[in-house]
């Protein structure tokens, strides 16, 4: 599974940003995704996964209520919709696919390049 993240770029706190993780292969509606974020000096953090067929999904404390994840396995892609965007989400956000919904990144087997999100006051 090939995944490649876009959709970042720089906005204004309030704005909203969608990113989209678009993966290549046959298997992707197996596996469960994971949208990570990883800031300057920071370890590499969940945002929110996704099971395989979109029941199960999870949010990091930090994004509740703003973050949507959502997937279309006819697609194969699994969508961020980052709403109410504040300076401490900028980072680069990368999406990954692995065989749980979980949020230990060294679960992920597969990862994409990442995309830039900045967030200015």
């Known amino acids: 599974v090939h995944v490649v993240e876009s959709g970042g770029g720089v906005v204004q706190a309030g704005d909203s940003l969608r990113l989209s993780c678009l993966a290549a292969?046959?298997?992707?509606?197996?596996?469960?995704v994971g949208w990570f974020r990883q800031a300057p000096g920071k370890e590499r953090e969940f945002v929110a996964p996704?099971?395989?067929?979109?029941?199960?999904?999870y949010y990091a404390d930090s994004v509740k209520g703003r973050f949507t994840i959502s997937r279309d396995n006819a697609k194969n892609t699994v969508p961020l919709q980052m709403n109410s965007l504040k300076p401490e989400d900028t980072a680069v956000y990368y999406c990954?696919?692995?065989?749980?919904?979980?949020?230990?990144?060294?679960?992920?087997?597969?990862w994409g390049q990442g995309t830039q999100v900045i967030v200015s006051s």
């Open positions: 990954a696919a692995g065989s749980g919904a979980v949020t230990i990144p060294g679960l992920y087997d597969y």
């Open positions: 292969g046959r298997t992707f509606g197996t596996y469960a």
């Open positions: 996704i099971s395989w067929n979109g029941e199960s999904r």
